[in-house]
Protein backbone atom coordinates (compact mmCIF):
# COMPACT_ATOMS: atom_id res chain seq x y z
CA UNK A 1 0.00 0.00 0.00
CA UNK A 2 1.41 3.58 -0.78
CA UNK A 3 2.72 5.62 2.25
CA UNK A 4 0.48 8.59 1.50
CA UNK A 5 -2.82 6.28 1.22
CA UNK A 6 -2.32 4.12 4.28
CA UNK A 7 -3.35 4.99 7.82
CA UNK A 8 -0.65 5.91 10.80
CA UNK A 9 -1.31 4.92 14.02
CA UNK A 10 0.23 6.78 17.38
CA UNK A 11 0.10 5.68 21.18
CA UNK A 12 -0.20 9.26 22.68
CA UNK A 13 -1.04 10.63 26.22
CA UNK A 14 -3.69 13.80 25.95
CA UNK A 15 -5.42 14.59 29.62
CA UNK A 16 -9.50 13.56 28.95
CA UNK A 17 -11.46 15.77 26.38
CA UNK A 18 -13.15 17.85 29.34
CA UNK A 19 -9.76 18.54 31.33
CA UNK A 20 -9.36 22.55 31.44
CA UNK A 21 -5.77 21.90 30.27
CA UNK A 22 -7.22 19.97 27.13
CA UNK A 23 -9.73 22.76 26.70
CA UNK A 24 -6.85 25.68 26.78
CA UNK A 25 -4.99 23.53 24.61
CA UNK A 26 -7.92 22.81 21.99
CA UNK A 27 -8.38 26.40 21.80
CA UNK A 28 -4.45 27.43 21.21
CA UNK A 29 -4.04 25.06 18.67
CA UNK A 30 -7.77 25.85 16.76
CA UNK A 31 -8.68 21.84 16.70
CA UNK A 32 -10.08 19.20 19.01
CA UNK A 33 -8.55 15.57 18.50
CA UNK A 34 -10.96 14.04 19.94
CA UNK A 35 -14.01 15.62 17.38
CA UNK A 36 -12.20 14.51 14.32
CA UNK A 37 -10.22 16.35 11.64
CA UNK A 38 -12.51 18.32 10.62
CA UNK A 39 -13.30 20.30 13.38
CA UNK A 40 -11.63 23.79 14.77
CA UNK A 41 -11.36 25.04 18.21
CA UNK A 42 -11.77 28.73 16.39
CA UNK A 43 -14.20 27.87 14.28
CA UNK A 44 -17.20 31.53 13.97
CA UNK A 45 -14.19 33.63 15.50
CA UNK A 46 -12.91 36.17 13.73
CA UNK A 47 -9.50 35.41 11.65
CA UNK A 48 -7.82 38.81 13.75
CA UNK A 49 -4.16 39.23 13.05
CA UNK A 50 -3.38 37.39 16.48
CA UNK A 51 -5.44 34.15 15.46
CA UNK A 52 -3.70 34.21 12.26
CA UNK A 53 -0.21 34.50 13.47
CA UNK A 54 -1.14 31.69 16.14
CA UNK A 55 -2.08 29.49 13.43
CA UNK A 56 1.10 30.12 11.56
CA UNK A 57 3.24 28.98 14.85
CA UNK A 58 1.05 26.30 15.09
CA UNK A 59 0.58 24.61 11.92
CA UNK A 60 2.49 20.81 12.91
CA UNK A 61 1.11 21.16 16.23
CA UNK A 62 -1.87 21.10 15.81
CA UNK A 63 -1.98 18.32 13.05
CA UNK A 64 -1.06 16.18 15.48
CA UNK A 65 -2.95 17.08 18.15
CA UNK A 66 -2.39 18.16 21.83
CA UNK A 67 -0.24 15.00 23.27
CA UNK A 68 2.83 13.55 24.60
CA UNK A 69 4.37 11.31 22.33
CA UNK A 70 4.73 7.62 23.83
CA UNK A 71 4.79 5.33 20.73
CA UNK A 72 5.66 7.79 17.70
CA UNK A 73 3.22 7.07 14.86
CA UNK A 74 3.45 4.01 12.86
CA UNK A 75 2.01 1.71 9.78
CA UNK A 76 1.02 -1.37 10.44
CA UNK A 77 2.43 -4.41 9.90
CA UNK A 78 1.73 -6.49 7.10
CA UNK A 79 -1.12 -8.98 9.02
CA UNK A 80 -2.18 -7.01 11.39
CA UNK A 81 -5.01 -4.87 12.19
CA UNK A 82 -5.92 -2.01 14.46
CA UNK A 83 -8.38 -3.89 15.98
CA UNK A 84 -5.58 -6.31 17.51
CA UNK A 85 -3.68 -3.43 18.22
CA UNK A 86 -6.64 -2.14 20.50
CA UNK A 87 -6.70 -5.58 21.97
CA UNK A 88 -3.48 -4.89 22.97
CA UNK A 89 -3.64 -1.80 24.12
CA UNK A 90 -7.02 -3.11 26.68
CA UNK A 91 -4.70 -5.84 27.68
CA UNK A 92 -1.86 -3.52 28.60
CA UNK A 93 -3.84 -1.09 30.51
CA UNK A 94 -5.04 -3.70 32.75
CA UNK A 95 -1.56 -4.69 33.98
CA UNK A 96 -0.40 -0.81 34.51
CA UNK A 97 -1.07 1.31 37.17
CA UNK A 98 -1.37 5.17 36.18
CA UNK A 99 1.61 6.56 35.71
CA UNK A 100 2.47 9.20 37.87
CA UNK A 101 3.88 13.58 35.64
CA UNK A 102 3.77 15.44 38.35
CA UNK A 103 3.55 19.64 37.82
CA UNK A 104 3.99 20.43 34.37
CA UNK A 105 5.93 23.47 33.02
CA UNK A 106 6.49 25.24 29.60
CA UNK A 107 9.83 24.97 28.65
CA UNK A 108 11.46 25.40 25.15
CA UNK A 109 12.99 22.51 23.28
CA UNK A 110 15.06 22.25 20.18
CA UNK A 111 13.50 25.57 19.05
CA UNK A 112 9.36 24.73 19.79
CA UNK A 113 7.47 25.31 22.92
CA UNK A 114 6.39 22.39 25.30
CA UNK A 115 4.91 21.54 28.18
CA UNK A 116 7.51 19.54 30.28
CA UNK A 117 7.16 17.78 33.96
CA UNK A 118 8.93 20.50 36.50
CA UNK A 119 10.77 17.57 38.19
CA UNK A 120 12.23 14.47 36.17
CA UNK A 121 10.09 11.03 37.19
CA UNK A 122 12.10 8.18 36.69
CA UNK A 123 9.15 5.44 36.28
CA UNK A 124 8.14 7.84 33.47
CA UNK A 125 10.87 6.56 31.21
CA UNK A 126 10.41 2.89 32.54
CA UNK A 127 6.45 3.65 31.56
CA UNK A 128 7.43 5.03 27.87
CA UNK A 129 9.97 2.64 27.62
CA UNK A 130 7.83 -0.36 27.98
CA UNK A 131 5.18 0.69 25.70
CA UNK A 132 8.05 1.59 22.59
CA UNK A 133 8.91 -2.39 23.15
CA UNK A 134 5.62 -3.85 23.62
CA UNK A 135 3.97 -2.83 20.25
CA UNK A 136 6.60 -2.55 18.37
CA UNK A 137 5.48 -5.95 16.69
CA UNK A 138 2.34 -3.69 15.39
CA UNK A 139 5.08 -1.69 13.63
CA UNK A 140 6.22 -1.63 10.08
CA UNK A 141 9.43 -0.86 9.29
CA UNK A 142 10.26 2.23 7.87
CA UNK A 143 10.08 2.51 4.15
CA UNK A 144 13.65 4.25 2.96
CA UNK A 145 12.19 7.87 2.07
CA UNK A 146 10.60 7.63 5.69
CA UNK A 147 13.84 6.76 6.91
CA UNK A 148 15.46 9.42 4.62
CA UNK A 149 13.61 12.06 6.20
CA UNK A 150 14.37 11.23 9.41
CA UNK A 151 17.79 12.28 8.84
CA UNK A 152 17.11 15.07 7.62
CA UNK A 153 16.96 16.52 11.42
CA UNK A 154 20.05 16.06 13.32
CA UNK A 155 20.26 13.22 14.83
CA UNK A 156 23.84 11.52 16.40
CA UNK A 157 25.00 8.10 16.64
CA UNK A 158 22.92 6.62 19.07
CA UNK A 159 19.56 8.32 17.75
CA UNK A 160 20.18 7.05 14.18
CA UNK A 161 20.28 3.42 16.02
CA UNK A 162 17.39 3.78 17.65
CA UNK A 163 15.48 5.11 14.49
CA UNK A 164 16.64 1.63 12.47
CA UNK A 165 15.49 -0.47 15.31
CA UNK A 166 12.40 1.25 16.87
CA UNK A 167 11.40 3.99 13.83
CA UNK A 168 11.60 7.23 15.99
CA UNK A 169 14.95 8.49 17.23
CA UNK A 170 13.44 9.71 20.82
CA UNK A 171 13.16 6.55 22.76
CA UNK A 172 14.46 4.64 26.00
CA UNK A 173 17.64 6.85 26.76
CA UNK A 174 16.74 9.93 24.47
CA UNK A 175 12.94 10.22 25.49
CA UNK A 176 11.95 13.54 27.02
CA UNK A 177 8.39 13.30 27.81
CA UNK A 178 6.44 16.46 26.23
CA UNK A 179 3.24 17.60 25.19
CA UNK A 180 4.05 19.78 21.81
CA UNK A 181 2.07 23.70 21.78
CA UNK A 182 3.98 25.16 18.80
CA UNK A 183 6.22 24.71 16.14
CA UNK A 184 9.98 25.91 16.05
CA UNK A 185 9.99 29.59 16.53
CA UNK A 186 12.46 32.07 15.46
CA UNK A 187 14.42 33.89 18.15
CA UNK A 188 13.90 36.75 18.14
CA UNK A 189 9.76 35.67 18.79
CA UNK A 190 10.59 33.34 21.31
CA UNK A 191 10.22 35.78 24.08
CA UNK A 192 6.39 37.16 22.54
CA UNK A 193 5.64 33.52 22.40
CA UNK A 194 6.29 32.17 25.82
CA UNK A 195 4.84 35.12 27.42
CA UNK A 196 1.03 34.31 25.68
CA UNK A 197 1.49 30.91 26.67
CA UNK A 198 2.29 31.66 30.19
CA UNK A 199 -0.69 33.52 30.10
CA UNK A 200 -2.79 31.02 28.66
CA UNK A 201 -1.53 27.81 30.47
CA UNK A 202 0.68 28.24 33.81
CA UNK A 203 -2.73 28.46 36.17
CA UNK A 204 -3.51 25.08 34.91
CA UNK A 205 0.17 23.34 35.28
CA UNK A 206 0.34 23.11 39.23
CA UNK A 207 -2.24 19.84 39.19
CA UNK A 208 -0.49 16.40 40.18
CA UNK A 209 -0.89 14.84 36.79
CA UNK A 210 -0.46 11.24 35.56
CA UNK A 211 -1.01 9.02 32.87
CA UNK A 212 -4.31 7.77 33.67
CA UNK A 213 -4.98 6.66 30.18
CA UNK A 214 -3.35 6.01 26.66
CA UNK A 215 -4.91 7.18 23.43
CA UNK A 216 -4.89 5.49 19.76
CA UNK A 217 -4.25 8.31 17.47
CA UNK A 218 -5.10 7.66 13.66
CA UNK A 219 -3.96 9.24 10.87
CA UNK A 220 -6.27 7.96 7.64
CA UNK A 221 -3.55 9.47 5.29
CA UNK A 222 -0.66 11.80 4.89
CA UNK A 223 -2.70 14.76 4.58
CA UNK A 224 -4.77 13.93 7.54
CA UNK A 225 -5.14 15.12 11.02
CA UNK A 226 -4.18 12.62 13.49
CA UNK A 227 -7.34 12.08 15.37
CA UNK A 228 -8.29 10.13 18.63
CA UNK A 229 -9.27 7.01 17.80
CA UNK A 230 -9.86 4.89 20.97
CA UNK A 231 -8.70 5.25 24.95
CA UNK A 232 -7.35 2.68 27.66
CA UNK A 233 -8.10 3.40 31.04
CA UNK A 234 -4.96 2.46 33.17
CA UNK A 235 -5.15 0.83 36.75
CA UNK A 236 -6.34 3.25 39.24
CA UNK A 237 -3.64 3.48 41.76
CA UNK A 238 -6.32 3.99 44.42
CA UNK A 239 -8.21 0.91 43.55
CA UNK A 240 -4.35 -0.88 43.52
CA UNK A 241 -3.91 0.26 47.32
CA UNK A 242 -7.50 -1.01 47.94
CA UNK A 243 -6.40 -4.53 45.84
CA UNK A 244 -3.77 -4.28 48.69
Known amino acids: MPEASSPRYAI ?49 ASRYGFHATLKAPFRLKEGCSVEELERALRTFVTAWPSCPIGPLKVDLLGG ?37 RRLCSPLDDIETTHLARWGYPYVFDRFRFHMTLTDRIPADSQAEVRQELDA ?37 RSLLKEAV
Do not use: K, M
Not at 127 to 148: K, M, N, T, Y
Not at 206 to 235: C, G, M, N, T, W
Open 12 to 60: YYTPAPEHPLTVAARAWLGRDAFAGSSSTASAGLADTGTNSARRARTTA
Open 112 to 148: FFALVPVSPIPTLHGFASCIVEEFDRFRAPLSPGEFQ
Open 200 to 236: VFVPLLLEDYSIDALSLFAQEHSDADFVVRSQFALRS
